[in-house]
């Protein structure tokens, strides 16, 4: 029987970024109201993680005050952010430190340009670095790297800027050209196999001493780790169809149809890396 532990909860998919490899669907937000009871559904059942993705999740007015809830009905459960990191200033960096236990920031190459090229804009870069210094040692802290045909080379010299940084994970994702403009722009960003395991080997090599915990995830275990809720409640199973919306339906009728075979292999790594809270 399937048994998830943590939650990618996509609250927005409004987003200030314009990604060439983006596989959002676009679709309505729900009220604050509505977000608080799909939460008691996720507390009930037991969950031990949420994170918070998007779109930004940062363009969600509720997401604070959701946040601020959840951890107080069970103050045990971790709260993760994943976000572009652009709308960040002093007073979301306090609220962040607040209610979140993790943030993790995007970071696709050591180059202005390249964040240009793919639609992330000029500032993503040293917003990147900016925001890394403000969290430096205050919360824990993870890097995603999507790795794209025009960005596999550079992507071993990111370990340059990220290593200064008390960073704690660094995941690297294979492109996947699944749904949306990733879908559109396959031919230019996909990578194949053996250049997935050349990255692989080249990270590794410069990683070699790292106390950074590091970790791919080629597109063939995307569908079988996520627990992904939508905006509006929904969930797909591993073929893209809506199987049900969590506002309606429980979480155990809702992972019933869902193969989450890699679920619990990211369990392991993440309990392993986990720091508690640092305030
Ligand atoms: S990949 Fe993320 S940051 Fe980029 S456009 Fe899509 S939702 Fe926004």
Not at 46 to 51: L, N, Q, R, S
Not at 94 to 121: A, M
Not at 197 to 208: H, S
């Amino acid at each position: 029987m399937n048994k998830i532990y943590s939650v990618c909860w996509n609250i927005t998919e409004k987003c200030n970024e314009f990604c060439e490899f983006c596989y959002r669907t676009i679709v309505d937000d729900l009220t604050l109201e509505k977000n608080k009871r799909i939460a008691d559904k996720l507390i009930e059942y037991g969950v031990e993680k949420i994170t918070f993705a998007g779109g930004e999740p940062l363009l969600y007015s509720g997401l604070f005050d959701l946040a601020k809830y959840i951890k107080s009905q069970n103050p045990n459960i971790l709260l993760s952010i994943t976000t572009n990191g652009l709308l960040i200033n002093e007073q979301i960096v306090t609220l962040i430190l607040e209610n979140f236990d993790w943030i993790t920031f995007d970071l696709e190459s050591t180059s202005i340009e390249y964040h240009k090229q793919v639609g992330r804009g000029e500032k993503h870069l040293p917003k990147t670095l900016e925001n890394l210094n403000r969290f430096n040692g205050k919360i824990n802290i993870k890097i995603n790297t999507v790795a794209t045909k025009q960005n596999i080379n550079d992507i071993p010299f990111i370990f340059n800027l990220i290593q200064v940084f008390n960073v704690q994970r660094w995941k690297i994702f294979r492109y996947y050209p699944i749904t949306y403009k990733a879908q559109d722009n396959k031919d230019y960003f996909s990578i194949t196999d053996e250049e997935l395991e050349e990255l692989k080997q080249k990270i590794l090599q410069v990683t070699v001493n790292t106390q950074i915990q590091i970790d791919f995830n080629d597109y063939k275990e995307f569908k079988t780790t996520y627990f992904s809720i939508f905006p509006n409640g929904t969930l797909k199973d591993n073929s893209g169809k809506v199987t049900c919306n969590i506002l309606n339906d429980s979480v155990a009728d809702c992972i019933k149809s869902i193969d989450l075979s890699h679920h619990i292999v990211r369990k392991k790594v993440f309990e392993k890396f986990t720091n508690k809270k640092q305030k």
